[in-house]
Structure formats: structure tokens, C-alpha cells
């Protein structure tokens, strides 16, 4: 079974057109977005001149087979403060909101679709950016 974790940058490529990822999409079996991208692309959408547009296509793409939001849940909580203690201890801290999307990713099970290089200092986590 293949489940791909969604980052705020995967999305938007693909909303861009971006035909690798799009590929790349057509072969998951689950496609998650973590509540953290929700409210990364929201806070982009009420950014812009096209809030309403943007929230349409995000609900648009919320409601097709395969795609599901993984909460914040306690678990989630626990691996992002082992993230925080073992980014720091190595010296690689990456944004705060990427460690949440990255303790969703690993608690989860799934891979992260994201073109940020800083996800790369996060152990365990396999990124793909086709």
C-alpha cells in the first residue's frame, strides 16, 4: 500500500500542474494532507485576492477517494517533541510548522511529498519530490 503525506509545497506544485507529482499521486493507494497543511494553505488563501477560489479547489480535492486529513492527536504530539530534542541535538532545526507535518508523516506511516531540503535532516522520514 502506498501513502504519501501531502506538505503545503507538494500541494501547491500540484495545483500548479505539476505532472511528475501528479503521476506520482495516480499511484498512491492514500493520499494525507496533516491538519498542519490545512492551516498553512488557509493562511495563504486569506493572503491572497483569490481566498474563495482556493478554498473551493482545496475542498474540491479533499473529497476525492484516497484523500484523508490526519489530525493532531497525542501521538502525533509525542513524536513532534521527539523531533524538536533530536533536531536541536544534531544541530538541524527546521521550521516548527514542518516538524508537526513531519510527526504527522511518520506517525502515519507515509511518505512526504515536499520540495523543502530541510525534511531531509528528519530521521526516519523518506521525502519524495518528483
Known sequence: MIRLC???????????????????????DEVCIPATVLGELH?????????????????????????SVIDTT?????RYG???????R??????TNDIWIAAAALE???RIVAYDEHFAH???LIVEAP
Open 6 to 28: 501531502l506538505d503545503t509545497s507538494g500541494y501547491s506544485r500540484l495545483m500548479r500542474g505539476h505532472t511528475p507529482l501528479q503521476a506520482l499521486l495516480e499511484h498512491a
Open 43 to 67: 493562511a495563504g488563501f486569506h493572503a491572497g485576492s483569490r481566498a474563495a477560489e482556493n478554498v473551493a479547489l482545496l475542498a474540491q480535492f479533499r473529497r476525492q477517494p484516497g484523500v
Open 74 to 78: 497525542d501521538n502525533v504530539a509525542e
Open 82 to 88: 521527539a523531533l524538536v530534542a533530536t533536531l536541536r
Open 90 to 95: 544534531h544541530g538541524t532545526p527546521i521550521p
Open 108 to 110: 502515519n506511516g507515509g
Open 122 to 124: 528528519v530521521p526516519g
